[in-house]
Each structure stands twice: as structure tokens, then as C-alpha cells.
């Protein structure tokens, strides 16, 4: 596609349900990145993918954060036993070479967990 | 640890006047420093992007500065519109291992009224 697509644009969960949130990158970008932002902040640093290579995954915040890459493109960022702090937008974003390009970022993902 | 403040937090200005955000930053080594544009709902969009040697940059209305020895940059919007409410990010980039990694600053939360 022509951008960052991110799905779905807004995704209310009740406490303790599990959710999962889909990336597609720009075709033939190789990496990929997930933030969290919180309302009023600037994004914070996920997660990084290397084509299907998770290369860091330093700035999940707990282990109910997982994400994945399997095929080098789609990305799927899945939290389990949601919480109320997990409230927050979810920007992908992704940039044709590893180092030195732009990123182009998606509309995110507004997760507001009751 | 690496580190981005922007001021001010928000800041309303009447249409066709101007405004200069600030940008300090703390982020070793450096690589980059680019300017975001975020509308609501929408992801982060780039206005420009300087760096080391770069001391001024020019994108349409909007010209950002960079001093490099007092780790500071602005961004002046001229003739301001409507369509530039907006939060405006700086972003910073370190030459160091996690390029990928990206600091976001807070925003600075524009808006323009008629």
C-alpha cells in the first residue's frame, strides 16, 4: 500500500481481555517499529523488527506485551490481561533500510482498555 | 539517558501570525533531529530533518534551526493557518547502536484560531 496501514483505528477491551493489533509496513521496508503513546506524551520506544528479527523488545513494558513479524511484513502486536494503564495509542512505524532513512508512521491504534 | 524537552507545553496563536517552538535536547551521540507534525488522530508526519552540520532548514512555512554546541533547535512557522493546529514533535536520533530507537519529546500543542 501506499502508507503505514494500521488496524483496527480504535479498540475498546474490557480489563483482563486480550487484544491483538495489526501493522501492515510500507511493501519492501525492512524495519519495523512499535510505540506506545500515552495521551499528552510523545511516543515511547516498543519494540524493533529487522525483517522477521525481533531485535529489541527492551521497551515492552511487561511480559504480557508480545509482538511478532513472522513473515518479514505484517506485524501483529498482541497484549494479554489487559489493564487499565495499557490505555494508549499504538503507533507501527517503518523505513526501508536499517539505519539513516525516514520512518513513516501509521494513524495508530487507540486502545482504551474499561 | 537520553533525553528531549520542548516548550512550550501549548501555545495559541490567531491565524496569520507567527510562532517559534524550542527543543532542548540531551541525546549522545548524536546523529539527527527531526521535526514532526502530528494531527489529532493521526500518526506523526516529518517536517524536516537536520544534521550535525546543519544550522537552518527550510520546508515551505516552516524552518527549523539546529545549534549543534548548545543542543537546541526551533522550529518557526510563518503565516500560520488553520490546518497547522497540531501537536509538533522533536525527535531525536543518537549515532550510537540503537538507531532505531528514536527520543521523542512531549510536543508542543499548537493551535491556530481565526
Known amino acids: 500500500g501506499a502508507g503505514v496501514s494500521q488496524s483496527p483505528r480504535y479498540k475498546v477491551a474490557k480489563r483482563g481481555q486480550d487484544v491483538a493489533l495489526r501493522c501492515d509496513p510500507i511493501s519492501g521496508h525492512v524495519s519495523l517499529f512499535w510505540y506506545q503513546q500515552a495521551l499528552g506524551q510523545g511516543p515511547e520506544f516498543l519494540t524493533y523488527?529487522?525483517?522477521?528479527?525481533?531485535?529489541?523488545k527492551s521497551g515492552l513494558p511487561s511480559d504480557r506485551f508480545f509482538a511478532e513479524r513472522p513473515e518479514g511484513s505484517v506485524s501483529t502486536l498482541k497484549i494479554q490481561r489487559t489493564q487499565q494503564e495499557d490505555s494508549a495509542v499504538y503507533l507501527c512505524?517503518?523505513?526501508?533500510?536499517?539505519?539513516?532513512?525516514?520512518?513513516?508512521f501509521g494513524q495508530g491504534t487507540r486502545l482504551t482498555v474499561v | 539517558k537520553n533525553q528531549v524537552e520542548q516548550s512550550p507545553q501549548s501555545l495559541i496563536i490567531l491565524e496569520g501570525k507567527n510562532c517559534t517552538l524550542q527543543c532542548n535536547y540531551t541525546v549522545s551521540p548524536f546523529s539527527n533531529l527531526r521535526w514532526y507534525k502530528q494531527d489529532t488522530g493521526r500518526g506523526p508526519v516529518s517536517l524536516t530533518i537536520m544534521t550535525f552540520s546543519e544550522n537552518t532548514k527550510s520546508n515551505g512555512r516552516y524552518t527549523a534551526t539546529l545549534d549543534a554546541d548548545t543542543k537546541q533547535s526551533s522550529l518557526h512557522i510563518t503565516a500560520s493557518q488553520l490546518s497547522d493546529s497540531a501537536s509538533y514533535i522533536c525527535?531525536?536520533?543518537?549515532?550510537?547502536?540503537?538507531?532505531?530507537?528514536?527520543?521523542f519529546g512531549k510536543g508542543t500543542l499548537l493551535t491556530v484560531n481565526p
Open positions: 512505524a517503518s523505513r526501508l533500510v536499517e539505519l539513516g532513512t525516514e520512518a513513516f
Open positions: 525527535v531525536v536520533t543518537d549515532s550510537g547502536g540503537s538507531n532505531y530507537k528514536l527520543t
Open positions: 523488527f529487522q525483517n522477521e528479527a525481533q531485535l529489541d
